[in-house]
């Protein structure tokens, strides 16, 4: 029995490992991706600088702008499909993996992009995992694609109209309100 479970407690991470690529973001070191600080990793370390800016300007962007957001988020820059293929997250540009990370796809090196993961992540800071589970879509990427001040004019639907919704909500709401009317949705 003990020999069971000594054998259970070190394959189930290691399956954890294998089958849930998006824990990688905990460790992207042992899939080859180097962390120039605690918050910014990058599989091109040529690149580090520009990763590093663009991480500065979305923290303080959304310092600013949405609110503060007391313990930052890691954050991983792939330079290649291959890198951000190996979290397993499909055709997305960027992913926020709960309060663990984001991985940002070669197409979303943008200020907008980083923004609006970042957005994500204080969400599921603020308002909790199970909240965020059942909060409404509009209010969960319309407040990213809005506040992140996405310049698209006119985004894919059903996109477009989430991001008006939220505007019209926000507009009756504002910043001091957002998180508590938030928690209601
Ligand atoms: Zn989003």
């Keep these: 029995m ?11 991470p290691v399956a954890a490992w294998a089958f849930i690529k998006p824990v990688r973001v905990v460790a992207p070191e042992l899939v080859g991706i ?8 990058t599989d091109d370390a040529s690149r580090y600088q520009e990763a590093a800016a663009l991480y500065d300007e979305a923290l303080h962007f959304i310092g600013s702008a949405v609110g503060s957001i007391e313990k930052p988020p890691r ?12 979290f397993g997250l499909g055709k997305r540009s960027a992913a926020t993996i709960g ?8 197409r979303a090196w943008k200020p907008f992009y980083v923004r609006h993961e970042m957005i994500h992540h204080l969400q599921n800071k603020r308002l909790g995992m199970i909240k965020m589970w059942r909060a409404p879509q ?35 709401v504002g910043k001091e309100l957002l998180w508590t009317k938030a928690s209601n949705l």
């Design 99 to 106: 309060t663990f990370g984001i991985v940002i796809s070669p």
């Design 34 to 41: 180097s962390c120039g600080s605690e918050f910014v990793c």
């Design 138 to 172: 509009w209010f969960v990427e319309g407040m990213a694609y809005s506040l992140s001040e996405d310049p698209r004019p006119k985004l894919s639907e059903p996109f477009e109209h989430y991001r008006s919704q939220f505007k019209d909500w926000y507009t009756q």
């Design 75 to 86: 954050v991983i820059f792939c330079s290649t499909d291959e890198c951000f293929q190996s």
């Design 2 to 12: 003990k020999r069971f479970l000594l054998i259970a407690v070190l394959l189930i």
